[in-house]
C-alpha cells in the first residue's frame, strides 16, 4: 500500500474510533503511532512516540501551569482574590455583567504578563469560578467565560517582545506604534 492509502485508512480509523467514544487525542495518536510504524518500522514508531512524549513534559509552558495554578490558589486561599473581587465589583459591579467584564480584564492582564494562555485559564478557572458564585452569578456564565480568558490577552503579549527591547534602548514606546 502506498502513503495515500494508508493516510486515508488511517483517517477513517479515527473517525470510527472517535465514533466509539474515545477521545480524539488518543484517537490520533494511536492511528499516528499504528500509521508511522507500518510505513517506517515499529522501533521507529516506538521512537518517535517517546520523544513526542517528552517533548510535551519538558515543554516550558507546561512547567508552569502547575505554578500559576499554584500562585492561584495561594491568592484565592489568602483572600487576595476575594479583595480583587471586592475592589472590583465596587468600580464596575453597578453594571449588568461587570464581575464578567472585571475577569477578563484581569485575566488579559495576566496573560500579558505570564503570556501562557493555559496557565492563564487555569490561574482563573481556580479563582473566577467560586468568587462569580459569590456575587449569584449563573454557573452557565461562570464557566462559559473561562475557555475565553486564556487567549484573552494574546494581542498585548505579542508586543512584549517588541516593548521590552524600545525600553531597553531608551526610546520612547509611543513612537513604535
Sequence with gaps: ?????I?????AVVLALFLTGIELGFAMALVGFLGF???????????LLAKDIFDVFASYGFTVIPLFVLMGQIAFNAGIAKRLYNTAYRFIGHVPGGMAMATVAGATAFKA?????PATAATFASV???EMDRYNYDKRLSTGLLPQLGPSGSSSHQASPLSYSVLLQNYPLVGCF
Design 1 to 5: 500500500m502506498n502513503e495515500v492509502t
Design 7 to 11: 493516510g486515508i485508512i488511517g483517517l
Design 37 to 47: 510504524s507500518y510505513i517506517v518500522s515499529f522501533k521507529a514508531g516506538l521512537n
Design 113 to 117: 504578563i505570564c503570556g501562557s494562555s
Design 128 to 130: 473566577a469560578v467560586p
